[in-house]
């Protein structure tokens, strides 16, 4: 499988993905540039997380077109990128996309709801599949739980979280929605059959907080709230054996872990585990690659990429910061 890292430029005239090859020690180098025929926003990073996403066998990848209203398919191959399809997204602003076998569903943003689509080389839009949010939902995230029968999309705007159960048809029921333990919930990643989603309290000074729910019979609270000490707290992203979770900071640079207990509990682990610039705000967007071993993250206000190696205790190296990405920087994918 081609180890690389995945950006997108998030440009409001030509939206572009960036691609950087990972080398067996963390390391990146730039791979290409390649157009996704579709529009970003032009703003300084989308407030979002999964904008730019991986298929499971990792062969496609799917990116986000704010400002088109449109999801761009990519097709993986050994030199680079290649645009195999561009479709409506079903509604206006998507900004998040979830994926599960063949079963895509996009997360629009101003006209708040999903959409479904089938990936068999292309991109086939589910009739009847769309489902609405509530009209103040300002959504920030969908994905799949990882058996790939439940939908959750994180609403700001109520400070709500929702749920979707998906038949096997591919059509989403519902939603079922809860108020979130915190304010402001925003990003997400499962881990030991929990969701651990970040709290960013409108981003209040010193509030972030994160906080876990489990997935059995509906979505219910496990740990509430979990402060991190920190600032703007705003996306997650889980190890591969689901013991850590790591949440990016935006006001002030910096990565916290949590530890996950067997029962989805979530414990404060180091307040700062890592950092770009710390002290300053930019950290956004962040992935850990698929076989465990690395973690990056965008800096935008920095125009670069920060990547750390992931240590068997939890603990975060340094591996190097990499340029060549503009500062309307969004999303990040790593395979």
């Not at 990519?74 to 990128?81: C, H, I, N, W």
Request: hydrophobic residues 35%; aromatic residues 8%; contains cysteine.
């Amino acid at each position: 499988m081609n180890e690389r890292v995945y950006v997108q430029t998030n440009d409001a005239e030509r939206n572009e993905v960036i691609a950087f090859d990972r080398s067996g020690d963390g390391r990146l180098a730039p791979l290409g540039s390649y157009e996704t025929g579709g529009r970003g926003t032009g703003k300084p990073h989308l407030a979002s997380q999964s904008s730019v996403v991986l298929s499971d066998d990792g062969a496609w990848l799917l990116v986000a077109n704010a400002g088109s209203d449109e999801l761009s398919l990519f097709a993986v191959e050994p030199d680079g990128l290649r645009l195999a399809d561009r479709v409506a997204s079903g509604g206006s602003a998507p900004t998040s996309v979830a994926v599960s076998g063949d079963l895509v569903y996009a997360l629009d943003n101003e006209t708040p709801g999903i959409s479904g689509f089938r990936l068999e080389g292309g991109l086939t839009p589910i009739e009847g599949s769309t489902r609405s949010l509530s009209a103040d939902a300002d959504p920030a995230q969908i994905s799949f739980s990882p058996d790939g029968r439940t939908l959750v999309v994180t609403e700001r705007g109520t400070n709500a979280i929702s749920t979707f159960a998906v038949d096997e048809h591919g059509f989403a029921d519902g939603p079922e929605t809860i108020p979130s333990s915190g304010a402001t919930p925003y990003g997400f990643d499962f881990a030991d059959g929990a969701v651990v989603v970040t709290e960013a309290f409108g981003g209040e000074v010193g509030k972030a907080a994160a906080s876990s729910y489990s997935l059995t019979g509906g979505l219910h609270p496990v740990s509430s709230s979990v402060a991190d000490t920190r600032s703007e707290v705003c996306w997650a992203a889980a190890t591969r054996d689901g013991r850590f979770v790591y949440v990016t900071n935006f006001g002030d640079g910096t990565i916290s872990s949590y530890a996950v207990d067997h029962g989805g509990a979530i414990e404060l682990r180091e307040a700062v585990a890592a950092s770009t610039r710390i002290g300053e705000p930019g950290i956004r967007d962040e992935a850990i690659s698929r076989d465990g071993r690395f973690l990056y993250a965008i800096d935008a206000d920095a125009q670069r990429v920060f990547g750390w190696s992931v240590g068997d205790d939890g603990r975060l190296e340094p591996v190097g910061e990499f340029g060549g990405v503009p500062a309307t920087v969004a999303g990040l994918a790593a395979s």
